[in-house]
């Protein structure tokens, strides 16, 4: 299987993140600690919350594409299926990172306000069930068949990378801006889970994206953010 170190990487990005969290919960990483003045601080701060969205992006969105590129590898010749794979896995991971140094950036000023997280939660509740996410969730797994030799294969895989994030993105953004305001297991894990549950195999496909469900699961954590800022 030419994409089984996805999945690996996925395991290994979700340890890393249990490894920050506990150091977290036992005061042994701050995030921000730095020498050389408050320039240094804020720098340090910002690198080490983009580290953590891309560790993030890792453990939860590379398992997603993992048939896309395996899709894309056995249209390839056998000897350039890795390279295929990684190139798609680089492309993808680019278009996340390119919107995480964004949202982490523009987001700055609501950093751990729980009121924030509950207004991306509600957002992303009102996305998640709405007729134009549907659409672009049923074309997520859709490629072009790639070139097989030369640097036209390189543009196909690498093309194909991007749109994919392009897609992931749209439908997932909005679930994933509150991590970007506050990086607490619980968002992340619960995120995971209502992404996991609208991508599983069923027997028509038709009926995954869009459910009332998954919405009604953000919308309650949602007031449950909300319910947390006003008793704080």
């Known amino acids: 299987m030419p994409d089984w170190w996805l999945g690996a990487a996925g395991v290994a990005a979700w340890m890393a993140l249990t490894a920050m969290f506990l150091a977290m919960a036992t005061g ?8 050389g003045g408050e320039g240094a601080e804020a720098a340090l701060t910002y ?18 594409v993992r048939g896309q590129a395996r899709w ?7 000897r350039r299926r890795q ?18 140094a964004l949202a982490v950036a523009l987001l700055g000023p609501v950093r751990g306000e729980l009121w924030a997280v509950a207004l991306g939660l509600a957002a992303a509740a009102l996305w998640q069930a709405a007729p134009a996410r549907g659409r672009l969730l049923r074309r ?11 640097s036209r294969a390189l543009r196909d895989w690498a093309g194909g990378g991007l749109r994919s994030g392009r897609r992931c993105v ?23 889970l209502v992404i996991a549950s609208e991508r599983r195999r069923a027997p028509n496909p038709e009926t995954r994206g869009g459910r009332r469900l998954e919405a009604l699961w953000i919308g309650a954590a949602a007031v449950a953010a909300a319910i947390w800022s006003l008793a704080g």
Do not use: D, E, K
């Not at 042994?28 to 020498?35: M, V």
């Not at 894309?72 to 056998?78: E, T, V």
């Open 28 to 35: 042994s990483l701050h995030a921000g600690h730095a020498s």
């Open 170 to 192: 749209g439908t997932c953004a909005p679930l994933m801006l509150p991590m970007a305001v506050a990086h607490h297991p619980a968002l992340m894990v619960g995120a995971a």
């Open 140 to 150: 997520c797994a859709t490629q072009r068949a790639p070139a097989v030799r030369g």
């Open 47 to 64: 690198g080490v919350l983009l580290g953590s969205w891309a560790v993030m992006v890792v453990a939860m969105m590379l398992p997603l």
């Open 72 to 78: 894309l590898a056995l249209r390839s010749l056998r």
């Open 83 to 100: 390279h295929a794979v990684a190139t798609f896995t680089v492309a993808f991971l680019v278009v996340w990172l390119a919107f995480g």
